[in-house]
Every structure is written in structure tokens, then in C-alpha cells.
């Protein structure tokens, strides 16, 4: 019978195993609800680099921690009514079961060494083999009570000059490797991004690093009035808004998350005349310096109504209890198409002829002065 039990168990979880990766059903080019979530809570995934294979790890895992918690329950039910209390019935003081000790010590362990050993390939794709390059693009990033700051190497291509673009938002391009160089300048904080199955621990005095590729790009739809992920394929013919951070939409701060957080959800300000439009990959319009207002302008551009989507912010969280304002460590981050991120830059460098990198820099000074090393490719 023992027999007969440990083959019908291997067996479980053999079909288990190779059941998993057919969980993480493949996303067609159609729209994906920003909001929407699988039966287990798992978020759309738009990290095409290895964002499948932790998502069928999640699975598996998933799976196999369910059928054990079933096992165990149920024997548990089993024996609270095979051995309870009848009349007549004496108690027997046992010393324990080395035997079964073994047992439930050993079958645990080596599915957990299984599990290890299943991981292996995708923790080291993750985590130790960093793409390089002309497609990677390379992204610092400092974490402080309570806010994020991310920088991007100027024209020069190096970092810890004075044609640094720094910035509250983290923007990259869609279909290129993306590396985060990343740590804090407190206490410990850990960067999430659950859509791009992104999640890290930084810590003051050391450098980790992160590394993924999207797939899709999260916009507003304005019709709908709703967030998506859309292939970028999918936006030819579509206008797109393509600096929503701008002074051209407001956000509906009368919508409200179920986690009590502002949602950003985009409405129109009639005073905005003309917006940087993106159209089959060409953005309309051109930024220029407004000596007058000592602001960047758009030139050129369409007039807002004519938009199909806005780009859309996916968020950004600090995922380790930082401080009495931890919840407050958002950050938005945004999945560009190739022309929206060439023209956030060339308004980023406008910006920064006018007026310098100012207070910003300062946060990094200490990160430049300590481990100029960082900096380097």
C-alpha cells in the first residue's frame, strides 16, 4: 500500500509540473485591462524577457503548495475522527514516530530542493546575465524617504555629468532591454513593478540590479476611459498623447483605488490648444524654450481632442516598510514607444539647457563622490 501511495504521489506531481507552464496563457495584440487579474491575483504580464517562465514558477508553486495544504488538512480532519474521544476509549501517551518524522521532513525538502533546482535557469536569466549593447538601455536608480529619483545619461552616454537627465518619473522604451542600476541613499527600500514581474531589494552602500524587456505600452483610452496594454503594433493609425505629465490633462482625483490611492485617470483641459501627438510612429510637434514663462513648449502639435489614448503610468511601489510615509513611495512609470521616448528626451534636455539639473543633483552627489565606479558601462 506504501508503494501504491508514493507512486500515485510522484505521479501528481509529475503532471503538476508539466500542467504549469500551461497556466500562463499567451496574450494576444488586443487590448489587456490594466486592472485585470488572473484567477490567482497575478496582474497582466508585459515582461517578454523571462516574465512567462516566473509566472509558470508562480504556478507550479501555486499548485503544489495547494495539493499539500489539501493533504495535510484532510488527514488532519481524518484523524480528529478516527481518534476522537468515544466512551470507553483510553488515551495512549506516544513519544513520537521517528519514522514519520523522516518522512514529513524529507519529502517536504526535497521538493523544495526540486524547486530550487527548477528555478535555477530563470533566476540566473533574471538576475545574473545582464543584456549589453546599442538596445540595452542602462537607468539609475536612488531610493530615499520617501521618493524615488531616476537618472539617464546625457548626450555624452556617461553618467555623473552635467548633462545627466534626472527625474521623478522612469520612462523606457518598448522592445528594449532595460537594466536598473540600483540603490539607497537611508534605509532599505525595494522597488516593485508588479506588471513586469520586477521586484528588488536596495540597500545604502551596495549596488543591485535588475534587468527586463516590455512587450506592450500602457495607455489611456480615452473613449472607454479606461487603462490598456496594447502591442505597439496595434497603435498605427491611433493618436496618442505622448507627455501625459504635462499641463495638458488633469487626473481625476474624484476616482479612488480599492487600496485608497488615487487613480490616474485622464480629463482633458479645454485651455490645452495643441499637444506632442504621436502618430504610426512619428511624433507631431517639437519642444522649444519659452524664455519668457522659463518653461518648454510644444510647437506644432494637434489639438488634444483629436487623441485616441494618452500614455498611461504604471505605478511603482516601494514594496519594503520604509518609514512612517512608506505608502507614499510611488513612483509613475512609463512604457514608451520608440518616437514618445525620443521626444520625452530631446523635452528633457530642452528643459535642462533652461534650467540646469538644480536641486536634483544633489541627492546623487553622494552616490558620484562614494562609488564613482557605478557610473561606469
Not at 488538512?73 to 523522516?102: C, D, M, P, Q, W
Not at 522612469?170 to 521586484?199: E, Q, T
Not at 489611456?220 to 490598456?228: E, Y
Not at 490633462?249 to 506632442?276: C, H, Q, R, W
Request: charged share 25%; aromatic share 12%; glycine share 8%.
Amino acid at each position: 500500500m506504501g508503494r501504491r501511495r508514493s507512486s500515485v504521489g510522484s505521479f501528481g506531481l509529475v503532471v503538476l509540473v508539466a500542467l504549469s507552464p500551461l497556466a500562463a496563457v499567451a496574450q494576444d495584440s488586443g487590448p489587456v485591462d490594466y486592472q485585470s487579474h488572473d484567477w490567482t491575483g497575478l496582474p497582466p504580464n508585459i515582461n517578454s524577457a523571462y516574465g512567462a517562465e516566473v509566472d509558470n514558477l508562480y504556478y507550479l508553486i501555486f499548485y503544489v503548495t495547494g495539493a499539500m495544504f489539501i493533504l495535510t488538512e484532510g488527514v488532519l480532519l481524518y484523524f480528529v475522527i478516527r481518534y476522537r474521544r468515544r466512551e470507553g476509549g483510553k488515551a495512549v501517551y506516544s513519544h513520537g514516530n521517528t519514522k514519520a518524522e523522516v518522512t514529513w521532513t524529507v519529502i517536504p525538502g526535497l521538493m523544495l530542493f526540486g524547486l530550487a533546482l527548477l528555478q535555477s535557469s530563470t533566476w540566473a536569466k533574471a538576475r545574473t546575465e545582464f543584456p549589453t549593447g546599442p538596445e540595452t538601455i542602462v537607468i539609475q536608480v536612488l531610493g530615499q524617504q520617501y521618493e524615488w529619483s531616476f537618472r539617464y545619461p546625457g548626450k555624452d552616454g556617461q553618467f555623473g555629468t552635467a548633462d545627466d537627465i534626472i527625474s521623478p518619473s522612469l520612462h523606457f522604451p518598448v522592445g528594449r532591454n532595460v537594466v536598473l542600476k540600483m540603490s539607497s541613499k537611508d534605509v532599505i527600500h525595494s522597488p516593485f513593478l508588479p506588471h513586469l514581474r520586477v521586484k528588488q531589494d536596495v540597500l545604502p552602500g551596495f549596488m543591485t540590479k535588475v534587468w527586463f524587456k516590455a512587450d506592450r505600452v500602457a495607455v489611456w483610452d480615452l473613449k472607454q476611459k479606461k487603462a490598456v496594454f496594447i502591442s505597439q503594433e496595434a497603435l498605427a493609425g491611433k493618436n496618442v498623447v505622448v507627455d501625459p505629465d504635462l499641463k495638458f490633462y488633469n487626473f481625476d482625483e474624484k476616482k479612488v483605488s480599492i487600496t485608497g490611492m488615487k487613480e490616474y485617470n485622464y480629463l482633458l483641459k479645454p485651455s490645452a490648444k495643441e499637444v506632442p501627438m504621436m502618430r504610426d510612429g512619428k511624433v507631431i510637434g517639437m519642444w522649444v524654450a519659452d524664455e519668457e514663462e522659463f518653461d518648454v513648449k510644444i510647437q506644432g502639435g494637434r489639438p488634444p481632442a483629436e487623441a485616441d489614448f494618452v500614455l498611461y503610468a504604471i505605478d511603482l511601489a516601494c514594496a519594503e516598510l520604509c518609514g512612517i510615509s512608506h505608502f507614499k513611495m510611488r513612483a509613475r512609470v512609463y512604457v514608451d514607444t520608440q518616437a514618445s521616448w525620443d521626444s520625452w528626451v530631446d523635452r528633457e534636455q530642452k528643459k535642462l539647457e533652461l534650467f540646469g539639473q538644480g536641486d536634483a543633483v544633489k541627492r546623487w552627489k553622494l552616490w558620484d563622490a562614494r562609488h564613482p565606479d557605478w557610473n561606469k558601462p
